[in-house]
């Protein structure tokens, strides 16, 4: 939001209204035409850039979710055919909208929980918040959690679910063989999935039980014991050691 520089309002106190409304529409159309060079200028950088990497600067820096139309203005001397081939490497397609690929965002701590998150919308929309807040609460880090959810979904207290942001109906109804091909993706991501989550629950169940303190068996003392032949050596020695005493208290002699 545009904010009047105080030394402005210092000025516009001594001035006329009309001068002001001049002064002010001077400065609203200069902060336009920054705004404007400066995207032309990005743009043209952006387009010097390999068309995957020109995908990824996008998706990563810019906007992590988009229409595939808007996608086409940063190709312009590209066919749909190209972009569409290259996209899958960059993002994923949920409800004919491209989301960044969460492999491009993080090392893996988040991948996995977002990609759950994701699947689960390409299932459904809304989708209610006890099926995705188990995965919600892996984010661990609550401003990265804010982070990862604000551009996807919005959290619907009344409804208790989740509304993903939004859709592109117009993609899914003109690229039919796009969407059946990422809904395969899909199917096998999700049994990645799966299988990565239960073995990250198995991993943490070993974990636990092997830090937990030995705790010694109670029973006869050791030289007490007695092995399947009879009495142990330590018993055995202890047995000596008394009637040796006993004996020469009463000063008898063993032969």
């Excluded at 902060?31 to 032309?40: K, M």
């Excluded at 906007?63 to 203005?73: C, E, I, P, T």
């Excluded at 940063?74 to 969460?102: D, F, N, Q």
């Excluded at 609550?142 to 509304?163: E, F, G, T, V, Y």
């Amino acid at each position: 939001m545009f904010k009047i520089p105080s030394f402005l309002v210092i000025a516009f106190s001594s001035t006329s209204f009309l001068d002001c409304c001049h002064y002010l529409n001077f400065i609203m159309h200069f902060e336009i035409h920054v705004t404007y060079l400066f995207t032309c200028f990005y743009n043209r950088e952006m387009l010097l850039l390999p068309l995957e990497e020109r995908l990824k600067k996008w998706f990563t820096e810019v906007s992590g979710v988009n229409r595939f139309d808007a996608l086409k203005d940063l190709a312009p001397t590209c066919s749909e055919v190209e972009i569409l081939k290259m996209l899958p490497e960059c993002a994923y397609l949920v409800r004919g909208l491209w989301v960044c690929k969460s492999s491009l965002l993080f090392d893996g701590v988040y991948s996995g929980p977002m990609d759950r998150i994701l699947l689960e919308f390409t299932k459904r929309d809304p989708v209610p918040s006890n099926i995705l807040e188990p995965f919600i609460n892996l984010i661990g880090n609550r401003a990265m959690r804010d982070w990862i959810l604000s551009p996807l979904c919005k959290r619907r207290q009344i409804l208790k679910d989740h509304k993903f942001i939004s859709a592109d109906l117009s993609f899914i109804k003109r690229y039919p063989h796009i969407v059946n091909e990422q809904e395969c993706a899909w199917s096998a991501r999700e049994t990645t999935l799966r299988e990565s989550l239960e073995m990250s629950t198995t991993l943490a169940k070993k974990t636990m039980n092997s830090t937990r303190p030995n705790v010694a068996s109670k029973g006869p003392h050791s030289n007490m014991s007695k092995g399947r032949d009879g009495p142990s050596q330590g018993s055995d020695d202890l047995a000596r050691s008394v009637l040796g005493t006993v004996f020469t208290a009463n000063k008898v002699r063993s032969c």
